[in-house]
């Protein structure tokens, strides 16, 4: 299984960005997908997440009307849309499958994951 995030960069603060996250429909379609990241000596942490049909998402505190999470299920893609970004989002984003079909903010409730895009965000 091989998911492909995409979309990192570098930005400065209040600008956007878009990631994406892309796998193979049999990996994505009846499955949860969530956005993680991991700060330079920090833990990985939840930052989002959707149900397979796209009807439930979460989103960690940190990011709540600021990031969207979406699917493209055509395309078999996860889209995060990251705005007004802040230095603190500065991280390596990891995009993972979830066990079921919607899942929440622990890691473990996730198999696959990608190898991750890397956000800086910087004046």
């Known amino acids: 299984v091989q998911l492909q995030a995409s979309g990192g960069g570098f930005v400065q603060p209040g600008g956007s960005l878009r990631l994406a996250c892309a796998a193979s429909?049999?990996?994505?379609?009846?499955?949860?997908v969530g956005w993680f990241r991991q700060a330079p000596g920090k833990e990985r942490e939840f930052v989002a997440s959707i149900s397979w049909n796209g009807g439930i998402t979460h989103y960690a505190d940190s990011v709540k009307g600021r990031f969207t999470i979406s699917r493209d299920r055509i395309k078999n893609t996860v889209y995060l849309r990251m705005n007004s970004l802040k230095f603190e989002d500065t991280a390596l984003y990891y995009c993972a499958v979830g066990l079921r079909a919607v899942s929440g903010p622990q890691s473990s409730g996730y198999r696959y994951w990608g190898q991750g895009t890397l956000v800086t965000v910087s004046s």
């Open positions: 429909r049999r990996t994505f379609s009846n499955n949860a």
